[in-house]
Each structure stands twice: as C-alpha cells, then as structure tokens.
C-alpha cells in the first residue's frame, strides 16, 4: 500500500536560515509526488509538483524538492526562510494509473520562523 | 478564474445531529473530491467524482456519510448522525479529469461536533 512519512512534526528555524523538510514515500512504482503548504484556516496552496523528467523541481515562493528514486525519497528546501513562511506543509504521492486522483498525504510538518 | 468554493467555512453541531457541506468546482473540472482532515493528520480521500459518477468511494463511511453530485457540478457531503470523532475539516478538491491536472483545493468546512 502507498503510504507517507513525514518524520518531523514541528521544525522552528530562525529567519534567514536554510530549510530542508524530509518526505518519504513508499509504493512500488515511481508515483506522482506534490508538496502543498496550509496556513491556519486554509486550504491547502500547491508549491510545487514532481511527475517525470528533472528531478530537481522549481516552484512557487522560491521553494524546490528533489526526487531521489534510490532513497525514496522528495524533501522540500528553501535558501532562505521568510517569516511569512511559517505555516504547515504537507508532501503527498499520487498513483500513476488505477485510482488516479486520490493524493496519500503525510501528517505535515509544522514550520516555525524565528525573528 | 475563481477557485473551488465552499460553505459554510464552519459549523458547530451536537452529536446525532445531521449535517450538509457544500461544494462548487471550478468551471470545466470534471472530477471532484471530498477529503477528510482529522487534527494533526494530513487529508484522507473521502469520495471521487467523474461528472456525476461516483470513481472512488471506499474509505466513505456509508452508514453515516452520503455524498451526490447530481448535474456533475455542485456536490454535497452529508453526515447523518454525526459523532465526535466526524470533528475535522472537509475539504473539496477539483481536477480538469481523472488526474492530476489543475488539482485545486477549497478553503474546507472546519466541523466541530460536542
């Protein structure tokens, strides 16, 4: 069965300073892969995608994630964290084929900005 | 464009009490999804919908949960009657087909059961 793990529940870091949140997925084939990111009361906002080709991925507020088939793995990284970055972020696979559509999501990780 | 639209964003109701979600998608998306989102945890599929046709139901508990989307375009989630543990936020998500392009997520409806 697909699953997700997000191993860090809670990472505060100051302002400035870099970020890496770890995913890691498990399913047999290569899945679609997704980084979404929930402020209080919202939605969830899609950063950014991973389905093929690059596996270094660009994508919105200067966030990338790297897909690492032999580590199964798609953590998110920021250079530089924004105080307005606080929020949770959620990383979540996709099956290719079968049930299409339905996103595994792990329990997120809430990031705290330190001034 | 506008996004996926929900209501009410919160509802307060007394266990064995019913209640409805609503849910409009964004113009042209043929497929609609209802997640669950307990607490701490991230979003569980509920229910998929192809037009007005149900793709994915499995992890929708049928005695208690119903959900229609009758001309293929708005759609309700209904619980009756509802627990505690049904405290948590629904949440509608969008797609252009069965995929995952132009995936969009709703606001939710954040339910509180006492």
């Known amino acids: 069965a697909q699953s997700v793990t997000q191993p860090d529940i809670h990472i505060t870091v100051s302002e400035g300073a870099s970020l890496e949140l770890r995913c890691n997925y498990s399913?047999?084939?290569?899945?679609?892969l997704f980084w979404y990111v929930q402020s209080p009361g919202q939605g969830l906002q899609l950063l950014l995608k991973?389905?093929?080709?690059?596996?270094l991925v660009q994508g919105i507020k200067g966030f990338e994630a790297e897909f690492k088939r032999s580590q199964s793995s798609f953590n998110l990284r920021k250079p530089s964290v924004h105080w307005s970055d606080a929020a949770e972020y959620f990383c979540?696979?996709?099956?290719?084929?079968?049930?299409?559509?339905?996103?595994?999501f792990g329990k997120g990780t809430k990031l705290s900005v330190k001034p | 464009e506008a996004g996926v639209a929900q209501s009410p964003r919160y509802k307060i109701i007394e266990k064995r009490q019913s209640v409805a979600f609503w849910c409009n998608p964004i113009?042209?998306?043929?497929?609609l999804y209802w997640y669950q989102q307990i607490l701490g945890q991230g979003p569980k599929l509920l229910i998929q919908?192809?037009?007005?046709?149900?793709?994915?139901d499995s992890q929708l508990p049928k005695d208690r949960f119903s959900a229609e989307r009758l001309k293929g375009v708005d759609s309700t989630l209904k619980i009756q009657p509802a627990k505690l543990e049904d405290s948590a936020v629904y949440l509608c998500?969008?797609?252009?087909?069965?995929?995952?392009?132009?995936?969009?997520f709703g606001s939710g409806t954040r339910l509180t059961v006492v």
């Open positions: 998500a969008s797609s252009l087909e069965l995929g995952f392009y132009g995936y969009t």
């Open positions: 399913y047999g084939a290569t899945p679609y």
């Open positions: 991973y389905f093929s080709g690059d596996t």
């Open positions: 979540a696979v996709g099956a290719r084929g079968g049930s299409q559509g339905n996103l595994i």
């Open positions: 113009s042209g998306h043929a497929t």
């Open positions: 919908f192809q037009n007005n046709g149900v793709v994915d």
